[in-house]
Structure formats: C-alpha cells, structure tokens
C-alpha cells in the first residue's frame, strides 16, 4: 500500500480547471518530484493534499487514511510537514528557538497547563536533533534573520522535520539561491535523504535538483499529470518536452 495515495484529485476555480484528475501513489522511502512549467498546478496540489484548499472531487489517502477536506493542523498532525515557497520565520529568535516552536506546534497537550516543562525539553530535543539532520548544529543560536538565505531554507526544513512527519513536502526548497548556494543546499539535502529515508513530495523548478534528488517524476501540465516515471524516462518524453518547450495547445 501506497503511503500518500491520490485518486482522480481535481479542484476548480470556477471555469478554471487547477487540478484535474490527479493520480499518484508514492511509496515509503521514495523521493517523489512533482514538475510543470509555470502555472501547471503544482502549488495547487500542495495545497490540496495539506489542507490549505479542498478538492473539488477526488480522494487523497495517506497511510490507508482518507484526508481530503481535513484542516491543515489535523493532516499535520497525521505526520505531514511542509516548506513554502516563501521563507518563512522568526527572524529574531534563534535557529534552534525556531524549530523548538514547530515541535511544539504539533504536540497535542502543548496548551495543557500542566506538563509543561516536559514538552519544552521533549520539544528541544526534537529541534536539536533536526538542526543536526540538516547540518545546522553550529549556527543553532544564531537569530534566523542573520542567517544566509541557504541556511534559512534548511532550517526550514529542520522546522518541518521537528515536527516528526512521515512525509515531508519541500516546495521550491532552492527557490532564491544563488548557484553557489543551490549547490551547498543540495548536496546537504542530498545526504539528509540518503541518510533519513524519509518519504518526500517535492516541488522544483530547478531540473538539475530534480534529477539529482529524485527517484520518481510527475509532471504537470494544465492541471493534468501528463506524464510518471524514472528520472530518465520522464527526461526524454517528447510531451514533457513540449510542455516545456511550448509544444502543447
């Protein structure tokens, strides 16, 4: 059984069709990359399967469970994680401050008034364990906003990862870098993989990231999923290279 499992997933926005008829199925362990040309749908579909936006019809199942319509914190704390195209955190308070509070967010007694200091250490652990996941362990006290634009993409990623998600959504994670820094942050989510397995969903416009961290491809145009497959084989389908190149109408 797949863990994250979409079946026919489609959303409108009146006339306009953003999503039609998605399938897919990615496997535990599997590094799945979803690309398309400007417009295709990709965020889209992000949003759908965490719950900023719901599906106009379609199932979406993760781990066996359907999830389609639920609210974004409920599929979080199903395991879950994202990262935005957007930066964003707290700039003032630390890396490690940072991802605390994403551990946090997710425990399920964090409002409780007693047991407090229980989940803080608990939620420290959990964010010191992904700084160092991610490589950031010797900038963890250094205030988010100082940090270089490559390591607040990473820690974005350690954010997500605090959070313990047995799927973890990277959406655009080099977006704004620099190549030089494009490089560091691959190679660094490169070994982060290798070394985590974690199933990941991810969303890049860069094709050279794509191929180097991808075990599977998905490609979107217009909403529709026009083609899946190897890394290889999606690379030399004459309809991803049209989509690319203009070629469909």
Not at 6 to 23: C, E, F, I, K, T
Not at 45 to 54: M, R
Not at 95 to 116: I, K, Y
Not at 217 to 231: E, K, M
């Amino acid at each position: 059984m797949a863990l994250l499992e979409l079946d026919g997933v489609s959303r409108r926005y009146g006339a306009l069709v953003a999503l039609d008829q998605v399938a897919m199925k990615v496997e535990e362990g599997e590094v799945r990359a979803v690309i398309g040309p400007n417009g295709a749908g990709k965020t889209t579909l992000f949003n759908v399967i965490t719950g900023t936006v719901k599906p106009t019809a379609g199932a979406i199942r993760f781990a066996g469970q359907p999830i389609a319509g639920l609210p974004s914190h409920q599929v979080c704390r199903l395991g879950l994680s994202r990262t935005f195209q957007i930066t964003s955190l707290f700039p003032e308070m630390s890396a490690r401050q940072n991802a605390q509070l994403a551990a946090q967010a997710r425990h399920p007694r964090r409002w409780q008034p007693f047991g407090g200091t229980r989940i803080f250490k608990e939620a420290q652990a959990l964010a010191d364990a992904a700084l160092e996941q991610l490589g950031l362990s010797a900038i963890a006290d250094r205030p988010a906003g100082l940090l270089s634009h490559g390591d607040q993409r990473l820690l974005e990623v350690a954010m997500a990862m605090a959070q313990q998600p047995r799927v973890l959504l990277l959406d655009e994670p080099t977006q704004g870098l620099s190549v030089e820094e494009t490089g560091q942050a691959v190679d660094t989510l490169a070994r982060f993989l290798q070394a985590s397995r974690m199933t990941v969903l991810l969303v890049e416009h860069d094709m050279e990231v794509v191929f180097r961290l991808a075990h599977r491809i998905t490609v979107l145009h217009r909403g529709a999923v026009i083609a899946d497959g190897a890394p290889e084989q999606v690379k030399a389908d004459p309809r991803v290279q049209d989509a690319y190149l203009g070629g469909l109408d």
